[in-house]
């Protein structure tokens, strides 16, 4: 049925629909065709999981045609465990902020919205992308509607952040092309597959572990190549702080799976000190920067940056149990994040202030709100029966198995996630209220409380319920394992 190729196109057209169709004057359809275009694209999605077989590791409905004969560049799709759930993720996600932006948004409606559309059959292209051409288009083609999104719709210093973001990921971008073309030269391929079977000398493969890490570690982002990001949620719309946390820093984290740790096993094993590291340094040293911030948006930046510290460090502790818990703590941390931003901007289009210091004693006047704002806070801080909880135990566990010293270290990010978490929602959330627009502030609006209501949902029951999830990805993970296990040299 081509799904595939459906979950990319049905969103794209749907995009170029509600621009060609969409103007100023007539908002309302635009709105109403990028949700429909959305939902659409969020459905044909749904089959994958519904027919995905979980007892193989071999690529699941894949598609292959010939593309540029010449250099044998195919547009070849497929999906396994590792790469299907962050297809249903996205599709998702683009729903929720096609529906939180329906009345936020008032200038260039129909250009907002197809940029979204645009951009999510774009992630999914990289998700499901098996030739190296086609999954470099997509994970480069995706940079332009988010660097729309943040220089037309965000905030002050939207273009200065726009282009931080734009040149960083182009930057590291540029080096991962270099590897796919030394790869194509000693394969005579660009089937991802085909690198994973190449066997390459211990000095060719950390040469291409840094021209890979040096991509992926930008998109993830990994500490020190991480200031893009605070400017960039900083200044970006609602939606497009949303899609930032919840799906593209995934991208980053997805290109360890798909053509670090396959492709150069041994670099990867030397190199796990290193990476595991920085992990901890993101961790530790990004929750403390994470406890002085000021500003709403930036303080849930940093806490993203910690959060994916524990994906890198669990996907190098090469145990079956740390890259499930990375994985899971990547799709958790796509509904809390998302959460979290969507909580902001509530506020925002109320009070036009990130400022923590401009709140206080919202639970009087928005208590919804703030019961909603709790849940997600303790999803944030990992408390169990939560999503946030599941992956970070995980990772936990399996780092405490490798050294106890490393799971002592990750453990703090418990701590320091309840700390600037809690601090934050109380001093937003609770005490006597001092601001006369906060006593003036009116709670949630049906459409606000039914998407809200979803991610709880969603949060609640993958705390509860993970099993699901990991029995997607488990028999891809161990076979991902098996093959990193296997020497090349």
């Known amino acids: 049925m081509h799904l595939l190729s459906l979950a990319i196109f049905v969103p794209i057209v749907a995009g170029c629909a509600t621009l060609v169709v969409g103007s100023d004057r007539d908002a309302a359809q635009a709105r109403w065709i990028a949700l429909i275009g959305a939902v659409a694209g969020f459905l044909v999605t749904l089959p994958l999981y519904a027919h995905f077989d979980t007892t193989t590791a071999a690529m699941q409905f894949v598609e292959s045609y010939e593309w540029i004969p010449r250099f044998d560049i195919h547009y070849e799709l497929g999906v396994d465990g590792l790469s299907m759930p962050f297809i249903l993720l996205n599709s998702f996600v683009t729903v929720l902020v096609v529906w939180a932006g329906w009345v936020v948004i008032e200038k260039r409606v129909a250009q907002y ?6 951009m999510s059959g774009l992630i999914n292209g990289t998700f499901a992308s098996l030739d190296g051409v086609l999954f470099y288009m997509f994970f480069e083609a995706m940079l332009i509607p988010m660097y729309l999104i943040i220089g037309i719709w965000g ?14 990921t182009l930057l590291g971008s540029l080096l991962m092309l270099v590897a796919l073309i030394y790869l194509y030269n000693a394969s005579q391929s660009f089937a991802i597959l085909d690198w994973h079977k190449l066997p390459l000398a211990m000095s060719t493969q950390i040469l291409l572990f840094v021209a890979f890490f040096m991509a992926f570690a930008v998109k993830v982002p990994m500490w020190p190549v991480h200031t893009w990001l605070p400017d960039a949620h900083v200044e970006a719309p609602t939606g497009g702080s949303v899609v930032l946390a919840a799906i593209t820093l995934k991208l980053g984290a997805y290109g360890f799976v798909r053509f670090i740790l396959p492709i150069v096993p041994d670099a990867s094993h030397y190199l796990a000190p290193f990476v595991i590291t920085l992990s901890l340094v993101a961790v530790v040293y990004i929750g403390l920067v994470a406890l002085v911030q000021a500003d709403m948006k930036k303080l849930i930046a940093y806490s993203s940056i910690s959060h994916m510290g524990f ?3 669990g996907f190098f502790l090469f145990s079956t ?4 818990g990375a994985l899971v703590q990547m799709i958790s941390h796509g509904f809390v994040s998302a959460a979290m931003f969507l909580c902001v901007g509530v506020l925002y289009d109320r009070m036009h202030s990130r400022l923590i210091a401009d709140y206080g004693g919202v639970v009087n006047t928005m208590p919804v709100f703030a019961a909603f704002a709790m849940l997600f806070a303790m999803a944030n801080s990992g408390l169990p029966a939560t999503s946030g ?9 399996a780092a405490v198995k490798a050294n106890f010293w490393l799971g002592f270290l990750a453990a703090t990010t418990l701590i320091l996630g309840a700390a600037y978490t809690l601090w934050m929602y109380k001093r937003v959330m609770f005490g006597a209220v001092a601001n006369a627009n906060v006593a003036a502030l009116k709670d949630l609006s049906k459409r606000e409380f039914w998407l809200l209501a979803v991610l709880a949902v969603a949060v609640l029951a993958m705390g509860l319920y993970p099993k699901p999830f990991i029995d997607v990805m488990h028999v891809s993970v161990e076979n991902l394992l098996a093959h990193v296990a296997q020497s090349k040299l």
């Open 113 to 118: 919205m197809a940029a979204f559309l645009i």
């Open 311 to 313: 994906v890198t460090l």
């Open 321 to 324: 149990l740390g890259t499930e």
């Open 155 to 168: 905030g002050p210093n939207r273009v200065y952040a726009a282009i931080k973001f734009f040149l960083y």
């Open 389 to 397: 909880f599941v992956g970070e135990f995980m990772v936990i566990l």
